[in-house]
């Protein structure tokens, strides 16, 4: 009998990413991010021992879907076609999809001007996904690194980048400062879960530890350090 609160005998493989600021990234050879310690705090409320597999977003999916690894907390997007094919947790984030463009651009206001144009995001995203869906786009680029997309923006063989507002926020204050701006509203209401392979063991735990650390105000003050000026 496992009992709750007890550490469970096997070490869980939990996937995150190298490059998802600032949720899960690698900094000076360590995972940094607010999925990092928020995992940090879940796996200490569940019981849950566990090693982080840093992963790029294609490759997660298959690697739960054959127990590479057991759950994967990195910005992953709850929506229809992966709850056909995976199990996702409560959600912890709200977010959306945002535009980015180059300082300069007068062209892009809004999606509808994206007519013809190269949008650059990241493989496999809910971005990728969505750009895919837009009438008369000249192109989707798809990178395994997001910054590869961001790259492709500054040196104008893209028009845009669509993706994940708070990494988009980051890039802005950081390498992209001064040179980007948003445009248009955010594309897409998306909240992002823990995920596992379906009739995992796992979620239930998962899940009683978010509501805990939601109530006890870890998650609060989390979200502050975070993102909280
Ligand atoms: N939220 C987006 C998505 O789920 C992008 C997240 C990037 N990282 C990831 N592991 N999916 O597609």
């Known amino acids: 009998l496992l009992l709750s609160g007890c550490a469970q005998s096997k070490t869980l493989k939990v996937g995150v990413e190298n490059d998802f600021r600032p949720f899960t990234y690698m900094e000076s050879g360590e995972h940094k991010g607010f999925e990092v310690e928020l995992w940090e705090a879940i796996a200490q409320k569940g019981g849950l021992r566990y090693e ?10 298959p690697a739960l879907k054959s127990g590479k690894i057991d759950l994967a907390i990195a910005g ?5 076609a992966r709850k056909d094919e995976l199990a996702f947790s409560d959600p912890y984030f709200q977010t959306g999809l945002v535009m980015l463009t180059t300082a300069d651009n007068e062209t892009i206001r809004s999606k ?5 144009k190269t949008v650059a995001t990241k ?7 969505y750009a ?3 009438p008369g786009l000249k192109e989707a680029k798809g ?5 590869q997309a961001y790259a492709d923006l500054l040196a104008k063989k893209a028009d845009c980048v669509i993706f994940d507002e708070r990494n988009i926020h980051d890039f802005m204050q950081h390498a992209g400062n001064g040179r980007v701006k948003l445009v248009g509203e955010v594309l897409n209401k998306e909240s992002y879960a823990v995920a596992a392979k379906k ?4 979620l239930g735990s998962v899940n009683s530890a978010i509501e805990q650390v939601s109530r006890n105000g ?3 003050s989390l979200y502050m350090k975070w993102f909280g000026s």
Do not use: A, C, F
Not at 199 to 202: D, G, Q
């Open 123 to 129: 493989l496999d995203s809910t971005s990728y996904v």
């Open 112 to 116: 509808d001007d994206l007519q013809g």
């Open 143 to 147: 990178y395994p690194d997001i910054d």
């Open 52 to 61: 982080l597999v840093p992963m790029e977003t294609q490759e997660i999916s």
């Open 132 to 134: 895919g869906s837009l």
């Open 199 to 202: 009739r995992n063991r796992y």
């Open 218 to 220: 870890t998650y609060e």
């Open 76 to 80: 992953m997007t709850v929506n229809k």
